[in-house]
């Protein structure tokens, strides 16, 4: 729960005027504040200061939502800075959407509405999972701003385990936004760092955004890599665990044979299938994986991965630069195909030519205990 700040006397009874309360008594130990329509009254110590617990206890009496109270705060008292996980993103060939645009106002709409309803999937695929995340802590929101062909998530670090379950559970996001849009044929590239931030809904304040433009070309290929900040507090997290088994995002990030750490986001169609697997086990079913339920979905969604890429694969054969970029999407997209879904002989992409071999995080973690 988000903690209340201890406030000066006069800012509270300032900002319970705004939600309809006023002085109706007053002595040496309380204040009385009653609200205009419906006679509710709340209790404040009259003293300088009115300590966060007790300014919670008031909240509660007059009915005042504790996230409301607090955003009214803000330009009144200072904001700080946490460490957050940030992650800025940029989507592959913008520039190409912006002249196909230009071609006509039929073309202009066409383009716009199928970039923005990608948009608006991918975010509402990370809305629910961030309500239910958040649902008791509403401050660790994972904020998602889009300017041009720009992303950047946010989202805070908090005090217990050292960040570990929201650093994780926002990788989980960043990956979803980025698997939402990839079936829908935008691909992406982005650097993701821990780094002291302030977010609200006017202000994004971090000195990690002076070089975005560098975490964006490091990432080269269409990946969301770790940058060094990121990949020291993920190594920090592995080595908590002895087994790949009991960490919760062992899968969800993988090495390049580049030695580049990045976001495994097809993990996203695996981890759906081993939850459901996990809970028809606990009903007592025993089923093939190409049999569960949620097969059909994923495999279908793998599908339409591929396809976006053998298209990009054929529209760029003769730009070397940028085919060698979705030639190793199509090493990587063949790799998780053949590693999590090899009961669907069709889901890879036939004729690439070239293979990748993506490392576990656990392996590099043992690399690093066994050097120190």
């Not at 050292?162 to 691909?187: C, K, N």
Request: charged share 25%; glycine share 6%.
């Amino acid at each position: 729960m988000s903690r209340l700040p201890d406030l000066p006397l006069q800012t509270v009874i300032d900002l319970l005027r705004k939600y309809g309360y006023s002085e109706m008594q007053r002595n040496g130990r309380y204040i009385h504040l009653r609200h205009a329509d419906d006679d509710i009254v709340i209790t404040i110590p009259n003293r300088t200061k009115v300590h966060g617990a007790i300014l919670r206890s008031a909240l509660c009496q007059g009915g005042i939502p504790e996230k409301d109270f607090i955003e009214g705060l803000k330009g009144i008292i200072p904001v700080f800075g946490k460490d957050s996980v940030i992650a800025h993103v940029d989507i592959l060939g913008f520039k190409s959407l912006l002249t196909e645009a230009k071609k006509s106002e039929s073309k202009f709409d066409e383009v716009l509405n199928h970039y923005h309803s990608a948009l608006r999937s991918a975010f509402s695929s990370i809305e629910s999972m961030t309500e239910r995340r958040h649902k008791f802590n509403w401050r660790h929101i994972c904020h998602v701003r889009v300017y041009t062909d720009n992303l950047l998530f946010i989202s805070e670090l908090g005090n217990q385990t050292e960040g570990e379950a929201d650093f994780g559970q926002t990788i989980d996001e960043i990956a979803m936004y980025q698997l939402e849009l990839a079936i829908r044929g935008y691909f992406v590239r982005g650097g993701i760092v821990v780094e002291k931030c302030y977010c609200d809904e006017v202000t994004v304040f971090s000195p990690a955004l002076a070089d975005t433009e560098g975490i964006e070309k490091s990432a080269y290929f269409p990946r969301i890599t770790l940058e060094s900040s990121a990949k020291e507090k993920y190594l920090r997290y592995l080595k908590w665990y002895r087994d790949p088994a009991f960490c919760y995002f062992a899968d969800t990030i993988i090495i390049d044979p580049d030695g580049t750490w990045f976001i495994n986001y097809l993990y996203i169609l695996r981890r759906f299938s081993d939850d459901m697997l996990d809970m028809m086990e606990r009903h007592g079913e025993k089923l093939p994986v190409s049999e569960g339920p949620y097969f059909p979905a994923a495999i279908s969604e793998l599908h339409q991965h591929r396809d976006h890429i053998k298209k990009r694969l054929t529209e760029f054969e003769d730009n070397p630069v940028v085919f060698r970029k979705y030639l190793w999407l199509a090493c990587y997209h063949n790799w998780f195909c053949s590693k999590y879904f090899s009961e669907d002989g069709d889901a890879e992409i036939s004729g690439v030519g070239t293979t990748l071999t993506f490392e576990s995080c656990f392996a590099a973690k043992s690399k690093v205990n066994h050097t120190n």
